[in-house]
Structure formats: structure tokens, C-alpha cells
């Protein structure tokens, strides 16, 4: 073996852990989790099983860590990986896994295949093996401090224009209030009315907040990209502006993503509990709706329906926050067959949506389908979410499709809504 090829089989080594072992050895080889994936059920490949995905760390794991596999190596039945290899394993890996969870959530011995392929994601990050589109926006994430490459100046000109549009201020880098807004890039380009939204908000419910000049973006592309070291820089940013403005709470935005890195793998990454308590705006909200404040008017008349992102709701478990929600501000709210938990994945999620290649695009576009027929089957022209991601991925599908469906924020219905 050479020695880059046996560097290779070094770093899947080191990500096998106690979990990835008895994951390993307790699949039962049911195939189950294929029909939970929709890359396997729009495309009927079976390259896209889930559990598939991560034959080569299996592979090493046998070859490293079993008597059979040293032995089946030993004799040349069992061929080491090679670059090569994992250069084709990128597809299956990033371009065809959004880390949905909804593979985990059916397995029926408990294998959390997300876990596996996050695993798998740390050795290929490390042995070079990542695609242009998600090295690119970690590397500006870095750097400059978000994945789109935005900078504080040009974030402080969308708040600018918020607080013309609103007549509401809108803080920045003031201590001792409540919640420290974080926001992601997609939102702060694509859809700024959120932002006008939470001012709208926060001004009913006379709570006060602020965001931090150098801690603003809630995207984590170390969990995309599968780097720890990074996942833990981004994290610490906002740890330490979150403390340095001692608020109480640190507000998540609509992305799923950013919620996972932030509420549940934040304290494990940096080592420590936090002085302050996440919460995903649709808790919060949700709290305001419980307590009162959130009274609406006029309410949403058109039928619609919901899409739950994945890292929000199975991942995350904000499960029954977004249809009490929605069902105060729409009259004719129509539920989908497969929701909350059992949702499926718009198909852009866990970096997937930063890889621009023209496989890459048509795939999602491809999985797309399954939305698209939940849209049709629900006989609406609306559907309603709260992830950034998703409504960037959505849209960019509905256009392909040339379907005419609005795609809207719950955040920013509500705030349309509220009581004067």
C-alpha cells in the first residue's frame, strides 16, 4: 500500500468510534432504510440505499477492526480504499445525503445512519475528498465569516432598510437584552422580511433584543462540510458575543442547520455548558401564541399546507410548535400524509444545496418530486415552511417544474397577520 493510500485508510480509521462499531455490526442488512431515502425512491437506484453510503468506512472497519477482515485483507479478498474511490463516493455522500434523519428514524435496530454518514463526512473533509461548492463556502465562512461571503457593512445596509421599512429600531452589539438574534446568509439575501418580521414581533411583545456585529451568521458549514475544528470556531463566535452581551437567550433562525450546530452540538464542540439558553423562533413564538400575545387578524384564507425541514423538526424536535402556529394565522390549513417526523426532505439539506454541479442540480431537482406530488395531492397553490434552505431549494424546484405554488415564511406570515 502507498503511502497516501495508507494515509487514507488512517483518517476513516480515527472517525470510527464505540457508535460507528456497534452501528456496523448490528445492521441487520434489512434494506429498510432505502425506501425511508428519497434519493432511492425517485430514482429506484439502489446506489442511494442509505446504509450504502457508507460501504467504504465499512470497509475499514472490517479490514481495521475484525479478525475476518484482517485475514480477507491478508490474502487480497478485501481491496483497500483508494482515492479514486472515494472521489465517486462524493455523489453518495454530499450530492445525494441531506442528513435528513429519516433513514435513522426507521432503521429497526436503532442505527442512527446520520451519525455514520457525519462520521464518514469527518474523514473524507479530512483526506480532501469534498466537493468545490461546500469547501468554497467553508473556507468563506472562515475567513469572512459566513458561506455566502456577506460582510457586517453589507448586513448593517438589509438592517438599514428593515428599520425604514418597519419604523422599528433595530439593535446592534447592545448588552443585557433578552435574545441575541442570529440570522443566515440566505436570509439576510433572500428573504429580509424576516428580519422585519422579528422587529414587528419583538415590538408587540415588548421583549428586547440585539444582534452582534461580529457573530450575525447562524450557518455552521464545519457540520456540512464535516469538520469538527471548524463546526466549533463558528460556534464559539457566537458563544463568546452571546456572553460578552450577557443576554438570556440566543435566538435560532428559520434554518435547520444552524439550529443543530447552535442548540445541540454547540456545548459538546466547545466543551462546556452555555451561560444562556437556545431557542428556535418557532419556540419562542409559539411561547407569545401560549401567552396571548400573539393575536392575528385577518387570517390567511387561501388553502395550504406545511413543510417541516428536517433538522428543525425529526432532527431538532420542534415537533408541535409550527401546526399550532399555523393554524392560528390560516383558515384552511390542509395536513399532508407524511408530516412532522415523517416528512420528507425538500432534498437541499446538509450542504447539499451549495454543490452547483449540473449532476448535482438535476439529482435534486429529481428527488424534487416527492413534494411535488404532495403539493398536487393537497390540491393547494401555497405551502408554508421555516427554513431558509428549503425555501431556497423549493423555489429553485418550482421554477424547474414551472409550477405556480407560493412559497412563504411562516414568520413573516405571522407578522403580517398581527393585531394592530
Excluded at 474523514?123 to 459566513?146: F, N
Excluded at 446568509?185 to 419583538?202: G, Q, R, W
Excluded at 466549533?232 to 460578552?244: L, P
Aim: hydrophobic letters at 40%.
Amino acid at each position: 500500500m502507498s503511502a497516501s493510500l495508507d494515509k487514507v485508510t488512517q483518517t476513516l480509521k480515527e472517525v470510527i468510534d464505540a457508535p460507528i462499531a456497534s452501528y456496523f455490526e448490528s445492521c441487520v442488512h434489512c434494506g429498510l432504510c432505502a425506501e425511508a431515502c428519497l434519493f432511492y425512491t425517485e430514482t429506484g437506484d439502489p446506489k442511494y440505499t442509505p446504509i450504502h453510503k457508507v460501504e467504504p468506512l465499512r470497509r475499514v472497519y472490517e479490514q481495521e477492526y475484525t479478525l475476518l477482515g484482517r485475514l480477507k485483507k491478508m490474502v487480497g479478498l478485501s481491496k483497500p480504499i483508494t482515492h479514486e474511490e472515494l472521489d465517486q463516493w462524493q455523489e453518495l455522500v454530499y450530492d445525494s445525503c441531506t442528513l435528513c434523519g429519516r433513514c435513522s428514524l426507521i432503521c429497526p435496530v436503532g442505527n442512527d445512519i446520520t451519525y455514520m454518514v457525519r462520521k464518514f463526512r469527518e474523514g473524507m473533509a479530512v483526506s480532501g475528498h469534498v466537493p468545490d461548492g461546500i469547501r468554497g463556502a467553508t473556507k468563506r465562512t472562515v475567513e469572512i465569516g459566513g458561506p455566502m461571503g456577506l460582510k457586517w457593512p453589507a448586513v448593517a445596509n438589509v438592517l438599514k432598510k428593515a428599520e425604514e421599512a418597519t419604523g422599528l429600531p433595530i439593535p446592534v452589539d447592545q448588552a443585557g437584552v433578552d435574545y441575541l438574534v442570529l440570522l443566515s446568509s440566505m436570509e439576510i439575501v433572500n428573504y429580509p422580511e424576516y428580519i422585519e418580521a422579528l422587529a414587528k414581533i419583538f415590538n408587540k411583545a415588548g421583549i428586547s433584543f440585539t444582534l452582534a456585529s461580529d457573530a450575525f451568521e447562524a450557518t455552521n458549514a464545519g457540520i456540512q462540510i464535516g469538520a469538527s475544528d471548524i463546526a466549533k470556531v463558528i460556534v464559539t463566535r457566537i458563544v463568546d458575543a452571546a456572553e460578552r452581551l450577557k443576554v438570556k437567550y440566543v435566538l435560532s433562525p428559520e434554518c435547520g442547520h444552524a439550529y443543530t450546530a447552535i442548540r445541540w452540538e454547540g456545548p459538546n464542540l466547545i466543551g462546556r455548558p452555555y451561560q444562556f439558553e437556545v431557542v428556535h423562533v418557532l419556540e419562542l413564538l409559539d411561547d407569545l401564541r401560549q401567552k396571548g400575545v400573539l393575536k392575528v387578524k385577518n387570517k390567511f384564507k387561501d388553502p395550504l399546507i406545511l413543510h417541516d425541514p428536517c433538522q428543525i423538526v425529526r432532527r431538532g424536535g420542534v415537533l408541535q410548535a409550527p401546526e399550532a402556529l399555523i393554524r392560528e394565522v390560516a383558515e384552511n390549513f390542509i395536513p399532508v400524509a407524511d408530516q412532522q417526523k415523517w416528512n420528507w426532505c425538500c432534498g437541499g439539506g446538509g450542504g447539499a444545496s451549495a454543490i452547483h454541479t449540473e449532476t448535482a442540480e438535476a439529482l435534486r431537482a429529481k428527488v424534487f418530486q416527492i413534494k411535488k406530488r404532495q403539493i398536487e395531492d393537497a390540491g393547494v397553490g401555497t405551502m408554508v415552511t421555516f427554513c431558509a434552505n428549503c425555501r431556497i431549494v423549493m423555489e429553485e424546484a418550482l421554477d424547474h417544474y414551472e409550477m405556480n405554488t407560493k412559497l412563504l415564511g411562516l414568520t413573516e406570515l405571522l407578522a403580517e397577520h398581527l393585531e394592530d
